[in-house]
């Protein structure tokens, strides 16, 4: 028995596709269309050929509708991650000072050197986005382990370093060979900003940070009245 849909109560109702999402559809039910028109009475098209392009153009529309929902599912998932960030604001964090992005001109840092091993010579190099360097620190020889070291926020040239995006990187070694070591910040997440490239970032004053560059967090107690 054959159960037929009315307008009322269709058994299928299509998706709602954006106008671009909407060509391929069309263009290929024109092609369809075409086809069924211009073949020959004499010969016709083959019964199995004709549902296999139906079933093509089943595909085509299923994949279209999963597209719009993967799409509402990545938007809804970015809400979900951009509200839980939030909850950064006023957590004292430590974060790995690798790469960072100035909102305004530098300011002075105190930061941390962390070495797997015992280094005789150390230099730190900020780079700008292009890759060249702007600012070297030398730090000479240090053991393993934590140390601390500061910028003051200043470029070769003597001047703070303007807004924009930079790298930081380190370089230590022994006769041997090198050292594995990293830069760490710490201090109190006072913001979380929203790119205009699509970037989720937490500030720490002029600095803008990646959260996974997040080594660890905690709540920052109020001292005692």
């Known amino acids: 028995m054959r159960v037929e849909g009315t307008s009322e109560n269709p058994l299928y109702t299509p998706p709602e596709l954006p106008e671009d999402n909407k060509t391929e559809q069309d263009q290929f039910l024109q092609l369809l269309v075409a086809q069924m028109q211009n073949q020959d009475p004499l010969d016709p098209q083959d019964g199995a050929d004709f549902v296999a392009q139906l079933a093509q153009f089943t595909n085509i529309e299923l994949g279209l509708e999963t597209n719009e929902r993967l799409a509402g599912l990545q938007a809804s998932g970015q809400s979900d991650s951009r509200a839980a960030m939030m909850d950064l604001v006023g957590k004292s964090i430590d974060a790995e000072f690798n790469a960072f992005r100035l909102t305004e001109d530098s300011t002075p840092l105190d930061l941390r050197l962390d070495l797997e091993g015992p280094a005789d010579d150390v230099e730190v190099v900020i780079k700008d986005e292009n890759g060249d360097p702007v600012h070297r620190i030398d730090l000479g020889k240090r053991g393993e382990g934590e140390s601390d070291f500061s910028w003051d926020g200043m470029g070769s040239d003597g001047k703070p370093l303007p807004p924009g995006n930079y790298t930081v990187e380190i370089t230590a070694t022994t ?5 594995d070591a990293r830069a760490i910040v710490s201090g109190t997440a006072s913001s979380v900003e929203f790119t205009e ?14 959260p996974g560059s997040i080594l660890s967090l905690t709540a920052v107690t109020e001292p005692d009245a």
């Open 197 to 210: 490239d699509g970037a989720t970032m937490f500030g720490f004053g002029s600095l803008l940070l990646d």
């Open 175 to 179: 006769e041997e060979g090198s050292v």
